[in-house]
């Protein structure tokens, strides 16, 4: 039987983010190697943070106490409606409000002179709840291994507002609702 230490959960998860929230500050005035140095580092903390807040809110609010899985819109779908509803209160209203975080692309051989080419499937300055976890469900490896991708072609893109907009939604739920 898997016994959760939902305390140290909780901690670890506050770390990630204040850590990867800390290098996303720095992502806007980044160039260059600099930006290599921080972007995957932020990118990797905010994912890994809201992917440790999800599942404290589950283990938190459910009998579940075992996840193996780690694809955010999953995990969202997890939760009991009401706190789901909750979060999602939040992100709206927290979504409306400006910030310097930034929207980052990462792209290989990808040819700007081609108009489909940069196409994305959302407007990425204003994703809903549910389009924002599915742009960055697999955030966490994606942006990991982003050195060793097997494609020739790829574009992944990061909404640093909106993903810290999401983990203060879940923060402010589990104030309200657990602590």
């Known amino acids: 039987m898997i016994i959760n230490n939902e305390k140290q959960l909780y901690l670890s998860a506050t770390g990630?983010?204040?850590?990867?929230?800390?290098?996303a500050a720095k992502v806007k005035n980044a160039r260059n190697d600099e930006a290599w140095r921080i972007v995957p580092v932020a990118t990797v903390n905010l994912s890994f943070a809201t992917e440790l807040f999800l599942k404290f809110l589950i283990y938190s609010t459910t009998q579940t106490k075992e996840i193996k899985k780690h694809e955010f819109l999953v995990l969202y779908e997890k939760l009991p409606h009401k706190i789901a509803r909750k979060i999602k209160t939040k992100y709206d209203e927290l979504s409306k409000l400006e910030s310097d975080l930034p929207i980052i692309r990462l792209s290989s051989n990808t040819d700007f002179g081609n108009p489909d080419d940069q196409k994305t499937k959302y407007n990425m300055p204003s994703?809903?709840?549910?389009?924002?976890?599915e742009v960055h469900n697999n955030s966490f490896p994606e942006w990991r291994y982003a050195y060793a991708k097997e494609e020739r072609y790829f574009v992944i893109d990061y909404n640093f507002k909106l993903m810290n907009d999401f983990i203060l939604s879940m923060i402010h739920v589990i104030e309200e609702e657990i602590d």
């Open 16 to 23: 990630f983010y204040v850590s990867g929230l800390d290098m």
């Open 127 to 133: 994703l809903t709840i549910e389009q924002l976890l």
